[in-house]
């Protein structure tokens, strides 16, 4: 299997560099990647894992807001090679007192779908409740 990655922020959609390198962006629509055609150059079985990977981690759930961590634009990227997997992820506070908690739960509903080691890391990047569609 090649490093292939999910990309779920507002970043630009980018063209592949090669076959081992993809990034698709899911936030203006997230069912549009599992509706749409592989991109080209993006191995399917890693495809199809990364789409596995986001389902498992739609079991997830913000204990304040009671939505899961893919619906809040919490997960922003999903980056899979051949011997580790990374969800690089941001929390909708700073100072999220359920943090660790959360971090956990999507390191293991990871180790649920792939069978090597999952690194969590947690990005710098401001949570915005419009990216999740949310009107407060």
Same mark, same amino acid.
Request: net charge negative; proline share 8%.
């Given at each position: 299997?090649?490093?292939?990655?999910?990309?779920?922020?507002?970043?630009?959609?980018?063209?592949?560099?090669?076959?081992?390198?993809?990034?698709?962006?899911?936030?203006?629509?997230?069912?549009? +990647?599992?509706? #749409?055609?592989?991109?080209? #150059?993006?191995?399917?079985?890693?495809?199809?894992?990364? +789409?596995?990977?986001? =389902?498992? +981690?739609?079991?997830?759930? =913000?204990?304040?807001?009671?939505? *899961?961590?893919?619906? +809040?634009?919490? /997960?922003?990227?999903?980056?899979? %090679?051949? *011997?580790?997997?990374? /969800?690089?992820?941001?929390?909708?506070?700073?100072?999220?007192?359920?943090? %660790?908690?959360?971090?956990?739960?999507?390191?293991?509903?990871?180790?649920?779908?792939?069978?090597?080691?999952?690194?969590?890391?947690?990005?710098?990047?401001?949570? =915005?409740?419009?990216?999740?569609?949310?009107?407060?």
């Amino acid at each position: 299997m090649t490093d292939s990655t999910i990309t779920t922020s507002e970043a630009p959609e980018q063209a592949p560099e090669s076959a081992s390198d993809a990034s698709v962006s899911t936030a203006q629509d997230p069912g549009a +990647l599992a509706r #749409g055609p592989i991109p080209p #150059g993006v191995d399917p079985q890693a495809h199809y894992t990364q +789409l596995a990977i986001l =389902d498992a +981690l739609r079991t997830v759930v =913000d204990p304040e807001i009671g939505m *899961n961590v893919v619906e +809040l634009a919490l /997960i922003r990227q999903v980056i899979l %090679g051949e *011997n580790q997997t990374e /969800i690089k992820m941001i929390l909708t506070t700073p100072f999220c007192p359920y943090a %660790g908690s959360m971090i956990q739960q999507v390191k293991e509903a990871t180790e649920g779908v792939v069978d090597h080691e999952v690194k969590v890391t947690l990005l710098a990047e401001r949570w =915005d409740p419009r990216d999740a569609g949310l009107m407060w």
